[in-house]
């Protein structure tokens, strides 16, 4: 690409993720944190990539900025038609923009599958205690609501204990978690998983 065409393309991002082309010329330290994630948004798909992966992209904004690049991520998904793996904390905003959701612990997959499937019925003593820490926007429910408090010392990513590497934590450990790896089993015919024993 010429010159011409680079700034052709730089000035239809930025309007794409809804920045001014005005602003093109600013200075780093001149643009909010919100403009600064679409800064990144546009970065990464003026390459039109088949799949993003974004890595905590909401969780040093405010509430109301993250609607607004959650939203965006979503429309740019459904125009560019794109692949996204989004990795968060915030299981509301992963709700709200997944379609499928795969719940890791210390590097290991706990359980994987369709939202819906996964925020309904969570399988994995680990989703569920997740699960139960998320605030409901109903103060009844919320109220009677029972979070699931885990106790017991989380092990070190780099040395994680042998066994199920959840099993200092879980409720529901036995014996045999200790020292053995549960392994990662299809639970039905939507690809869902849990790292279960039988
Ligand atoms: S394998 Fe044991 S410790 Fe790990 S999640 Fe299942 S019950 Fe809990």
Redesign the pocket.
Known sequence: MNRREIDARMRAMMARVGLREQMINRYPHEFSGGQCQRIDIARALIVEPKLVICDEPVSALDVSIQAQIVNLLKSLQKEMKLALIFIAHDLAVVRYISDRVMVMYLGRVMELADKHALYDAPR???TRALLSAVLVPDPAIERGKVVQILSGDIPSPIDPSSG?V??TR?P???AR?AHEV?ALRALGPDSSAA???A
């Open positions: 994995h003593p680990y199920c959840f099993h879980c529901m450990a036995q978690c549960p790292r279960l024993f």
